[in-house]
């Protein structure tokens, strides 16, 4: 009985020990656990940071030198239309350049200096940039955003330059327009009446031109307005300014053409034997009548103005000018020409058979 209480005394003791020995133990290998195992994890986890954190700033220089770049573009840009601008005010104030010059000189000096200026500045920027910043496993990548980036500059810039070569070019245009303009007027308010002592002087004071060979012309009594026609189109110009104020559709050939003594319309005479009157106001056709049935040839206003006569192929008629009216038709047969004596006593035609007849009224 006894030895079995020793026993159980002797059982309990061991049990005690072991406890103690694993309550001993277990911490001890916890921190051995902590201390062969932490470093790992937190090299790695700071690893990461360090490269996260290097990206960020990789991104953070890449964008400070891309906007470095653009500005440097912009500043180059500005300083090219400064200096084109300048080249182009000097050359307006020493003389007047002709259109098509000042239209070269703009393309040349924007296309060679604003935008070779512009981009060079933007690619030497980025060229700049990629060669920093194409590092280890990311270089393929970050070549691949800056080709693409450079890509988009070049295109803008080159937008940017066509937009401001059209304005500029435009501006210019109207600048050459109007210094041309003006000479020519100077040059016509200036001119002299002709005279024998001053005809071996005569120079080009201006000049118009039409799709065709002119065929016939008419200038207005004032001077303000030319008129020429080619085939069946009848062109207005302005005389001082050479600007072209309307095209006429006479529909037949036209043969002659006349302004009245206001110059508040222009006469036409065609193949097909009609004569239009046209108001030079409104530029519009007033009336399109017919006194002929074969092609006219001339047309004549009597001295004052009220009458004007049309020889054709086949009589002369007299109108009334201001109804645009037949008056009367002379029996002249084929006349080429019909002239108003200076006094209006008379009229005169001349035909293909070589003659020449005077038409008046005898006196009761």
Partial sequence: MIARRYLLYLLTTVALLVFGLLSIVIPALSNTVDVAFTPDVNGTVNARLTSIAGQESLNLTATAIIATAVRQAFTATAESHATFEGTIAAAFTATAIPQQTQVALLQSNLTVTAFSRATEAVKAALQATADSLLTAPAATSTAEA??????????????????????????????????????RQARFDSAAPLQSGNI?????????????????????????????AYEGRVMIWEVRTGALVATLDHG?????????????????????????????????????????????????????????????????????????????????????????????????????????????????
Avoid: Y
């Avoid at 020889?311 to 645009?324: E, F, P």
């Fill in 200 to 228: 071996n002087a005569l120079e080009l004071l201006g000049m118009m031109r039409q799709g065709g060979p002119v065929e016939v012309s008419a200038i207005s009594p004032d001077q303000g307005k030319f008129a020429a």
């Fill in 146 to 183: 800056f080709a693409t980036l450079r890509a988009g500059l070049d295109a803008a810039a080159l937008t940017r330059t066509t937009e401001a070569l059209a304005n500029l070019a435009a501006t210019a245009t109207q600048a050459a327009q109007a210094t041309l303009l003006a000479q």
């Fill in 252 to 364: 037949a050939k036209v043969n002659a053409m006349h302004f009245n003594l206001d110059g508040t319309t222009l006469v036409t005479a065609s193949n097909d034997g009609g004569v239009w009157l046209w108001g030079m106001d409104a530029i519009s056709l007033k009336s399109a009548v017919r006194g002929h049935t074969e092609p006219i040839f001339q047309i004549a206003f009597s001295p004052d103005g009220k009458m004007f006569a049309t020889a054709g192929a086949d009589r002369t008629v007299i109108w009334d000018a201001q109804a645009g009216s037949v008056l009367t038709i002379i029996p002249s047969g084929w006349a080429w020409t019909v002239t108003f004596s200076p006094d209006q006593r008379f009229v005169v035609t001349t035909g293909g058979d070589g003659g020449i007849r005077f038409w008046g009224v005898s006196a009761p």
